[in-house]
């Protein structure tokens, strides 16, 4: 397949970008900054600041599918809900799936009652976990194909074991009842997913 990876130099973009890369797959990385960028002869590199869902459908063009890893600036969390929706529309325009790395705070731990509204989010987080939020909503309210792919809580660089649980609106928590995932993991399975879909127009989750 061809994939286009939005922010592939970021920490789980560069992740997926790799686990595309090792399974035979062409990546076009959509990135601000192309010398960040890894060589490999199956990625090719478009620059974009992603300020306009025209320009970005033209850096997507040819891609049977996106993933988009965007992370927002810490001082402006909100730009993740426009830059969103430009890739949206640029994925619409150009009649390809969606697949947005997306945020833990609006999971379940019981019924009626996420993460966020629990307060286990640090007031750090919280602005970028609203903003997350919004971004689903927004998906749901879309006719694009997308998917919208929480991690769990505690979501770092890791191990790649190829050993996890797949959910979709509930927390997933060990028999600890810590909620955890390494990048390297959520990225095989978000190639997964892109590989065999399973969740189309849904979100869904992972944990160990």
């Not at 789980?12 to 959509?30: C, D, F």
């Not at 060589?39 to 033209?58: E, P, R, Y």
């Not at 830059?83 to 009626?112: C, D, E, Y």
Request: no cysteine; proline share 4%.
């Amino acid at each position: 397949m061809k994939i286009a990876v939005i922010g592939a130099t970021g920490k789980t973009g560069q992740r997926v970008t790799t686990e595309l890369l090792q399974r035979g797959h062409h990546v076009t990385a959509v990135v601000r900054n192309p010398s960040k960028v890894q060589n490999h002869k199956n990625l090719s590199v478009v620059t974009s600041d992603l300020s306009d869902a025209k320009q970005i459908a033209g850096a997507l063009e040819g891609a049977d599918a996106v993933v988009s890893a965007y992370g927002a600036p810490a001082d402006n969390t909100e730009q993740v809900i426009t830059v969103t929706r430009h890739i949206t529309n640029a994925a619409k325009q150009n009649k390809q799936r969606l697949l947005v790395v997306g945020g833990a705070a609006s999971l379940f731990i019981k019924p009626g009652v996420t993460v966020l509204a629990a307060g286990y989010v640090p007031e750090w987080g919280i602005p970028i976990a609203t903003a997350h939020n919004k971004v689903l909503e927004d998906l749901r309210r879309s006719d694009v194909d997308w998917t919208y792919f929480s991690p769990a809580a505690f979501f770092e660089p890791g191990e790649r074991t190829g050993k996890f649980r797949l959910g979709k609106d509930d927390l997933i928590a060990d028999a600890s009842g810590k909620s955890h995932i390494s990048m390297e993991d959520y990225a095989i399975a978000t190639v997964d997913e892109l590989e065999k879909p399973a969740h189309r127009r849904e979100r869904f989750t992972i944990g160990y």
